[in-house]
């Protein structure tokens, strides 16, 4: 099955800092990657995605770019907000007639200060 | 926006009690989805259901556990006799026939077993 190895947390920035969770996985086949984000005290929102090599999901400043040689999926923001402040999950899916099935990594919890 | 709910946002229950959560998914959604998280821990798949059938589960939905579709837009999960580690943060999500995986995740039950 797949598995995801993403940057330990947590994560803590003054607004404005660059952010760069770096997520890697391992799948068999082609997956779809996504990142999901977990405010406090919500559920899981999709952040972005993307479904096949180079391409590039983006989303409220946030961006990540499908790496099929490296199988990574980092997730980059050039300038972040205190609003940002969430958990955020890398998540490939199995693909295939799975392809509802996602993998999620442990999670990253980010905490930008003012 | 059309939205995944949940009830009951939070269940306390005794061990060796029957729980049942609930789910509504968004209403042209066919594909759906139960995801559990123990607390700190990962988000992990647990089941997913397409034609009032269940088309793949994990290992850790036993014996313990069903789920069904009673009638046109409820789909619900239930727990035989919980256990312990059955505490946890259940998530329901739905998704149509997109094929990308893109689900659409509620804001979750949180489960707690004394």
């Known amino acids: 099955g797949n598995s995801v190895t993403q940057m330990e947390g947590p994560v803590t920035l003054s607004e404005e800092a660059f952010l760069t969770i770096n997520c890697t996985y391992t799948?068999?086949?082609?997956?779809?990657l996504f990142w999901y984000v977990q405010y406090p005290g919500e559920g899981l929102q999709l952040l972005l995605k993307?479904?096949?090599?180079?391409d590039k999901g983006s989303n409220k400043g946030f961006e990540a770019t499908y790496r099929k040689e490296t199988t990574s999926f980092h997730l980059e923001k050039g300038s972040v907000q205190v609003s940002d402040s969430a958990v955020y999950f890398c998540?490939?899916?199995?693909?295939?007639?799975?392809?509802?099935?996602?993998?999620f990594g442990q999670g990253t919890i980010l905490t930008v200060h003012p | 926006e059309p939205e995944v709910t949940q009830t009951p946002s939070h269940q306390v229950t005794q061990m060796g009690q029957e729980v049942i959560l609930r789910c509504v998914p968004i209403?042209?959604?066919?594909?759906f989805y139960w995801y559990r998280q123990i607390l700190g821990q990962k988000v992990e798949f647990l089941v997913s259901?397409?034609?009032?059938?269940?088309?793949?589960k994990s290992e850790i939905f036993d014996d313990q556990f069903s789920v069904e579709r009673p009638d046109g837009s409820n789909f619900t999960l239930k727990i035989r006799s919980t256990k312990l580690e059955d505490s946890a943060m259940y998530f329901c999500?739905?998704?149509?026939?997109?094929?990308?995986?893109?689900?659409?995740f509620g804001e979750g039950s949180r489960l707690t077993v004394l």
């Open positions: 799948a068999t086949g082609y997956p779809s």
């Open positions: 993307a479904t096949k090599a180079d």
């Open positions: 259901f397409y034609n009032n059938e269940i088309s793949e």
């Open positions: 998540a490939p899916n199995a693909g295939g007639t799975s392809y509802g099935k996602l993998t």
């Open positions: 999500a739905s998704t149509g026939q997109d094929d990308t995986g893109e689900l659409f």
């Open positions: 209403s042209n959604h066919l594909y």
